[in-house]
């Protein structure tokens, strides 16, 4: 049997869909299956090399380059944006297709649908088989060996600010501006590409979004990020989270984690591109430690590390 692995990575709709991808493919990997990645990225060269350093069998940068098996081949697709009646991911392609799903997912056919939201009881709008909650939230290997750990003798207060895997709508340079007014003494470390303001005083440094984000933030004391899949990342690390919900799919997140009391909601983008952020809460995670030892501890035992294994111990058995 052979897994083909279909998603997109690009500066406009984000990386969220092939690092869940590829935190499969691992798993996949690991266990010495055949695997196979199709998809374009455009923009995100530590995505690409990302798949390029993870071990397939073959990538396809284009979907109509490949010819798929349907004696043999099971399709896993992750996506928004791939049309319903696209004729790469029709059934009669493949053996089986398993299909990561939310509320915005288009309703694709497929044999198995994975939810990797908070609600284990989330079932959607249709009646093929679901495996959803947090138990099948997929994770990349490397994030169960940077687990948060706090410096020896830090003196100051250290942040991350992360807009996931790109930074369309400028999240990055919103929050900077609100930290720059704030007196307070921290470190900031600002995750962007694009970042490039002079204005910023020695506090902050501006470091490009690329594979040793994990390591960077190790020791962050308090993480300001999109309520993407990012944010599960943190927070499955033991880290100290502030959420943004700056798209439509992030809704979902950024309304379950703040019930959940387990992060601390900090604003949103509006529908004209505006932002909405919450400064007092902004200084509140950052001068109380109350307050961000109670989030942390709320969030224990939310998210383990092993979405990915449980995804594939269900593909292989299909």
């Not at 505006?274 to 902004?282: G, P, R, T, V």
């Not at 989030?295 to 299909?318: C, P, Q």
């Amino acid at each position: 049997m052979r897994y083909v692995l279909r998603a997109d990575a690009t500066q406009s709709i984000g990386a969220g869909h092939v690092m869940r991808s590829t935190a499969v493919a691992e798993e996949l990997i690991a266990r010495g299956n055949d695997v196979v990645f199709v998809g374009q990225i455009s923009g995100l060269p530590w995505a690409e090399e990302r798949i390029a350093s993870l071990g397939f069998t073959l990538i396809h940068n284009n979907p109509s380059n490949f010819i798929s098996n349907p004696k043999s081949d099971v399709l896993f697709l992750d996506s928004y944006e791939i049309p319903i009646d696209n004729a790469f991911i029709a059934p009669k392609n493949w053996l089986h297709i398993v299909a990561m799903v939310d509320e915005l997912t288009p309703g694709y056919r497929c044999t198995l649908r994975i939810h990797p939201g908070l609600d284990p009881n989330w079932i959607g709008q249709s009646n093929v088989p679901i495996l959803s909650g947090p138990k099948y939230i997929p994770f990349r290997s490397s994030l169960s060996k940077n687990m948060h750990t706090a410096s020896q003798g830090q003196n100051k207060l250290k942040i991350a600010v992360v807009a996931g895997g790109s930074d369309p709508y400028g999240m990055v340079n919103e929050i900077a501006k609100i930290l720059a007014k704030i007196p307070e003494k921290f470190e900031a470390y600002l995750f962007s590409d694009s970042l490039h303001d002079s204005s910023l005083d020695s506090r902050f440094r501006v470091i490009e979004v690329g594979q040793h984000l994990d390591e960077h933030t190790k020791n962050a004391d308090l993480v300001l990020t999109t309520s993407s899949t990012s944010s599960l990342e943190f927070l499955a690390r033991g880290l100290c989270v502030g959420i943004i919900c700056a798209v439509d799919n992030q809704e979902q997140y950024y309304n379950s984690l703040g019930e959940l009391d387990v992060a601390a909601q900090i604003g949103f983008r509006n529908l004209d591109n505006k932002w909405n952020l919450d400064k007092e809460k902004i200084y509140s995670l950052i001068t109380s430690s109350d307050l961000r030892a109670n989030l942390i501890e709320k969030a224990k035992g939310l998210i383990d590390f092993k979405g990915a294994s449980r995804i594939v111990d269900a593909m292989t058995t299909l």
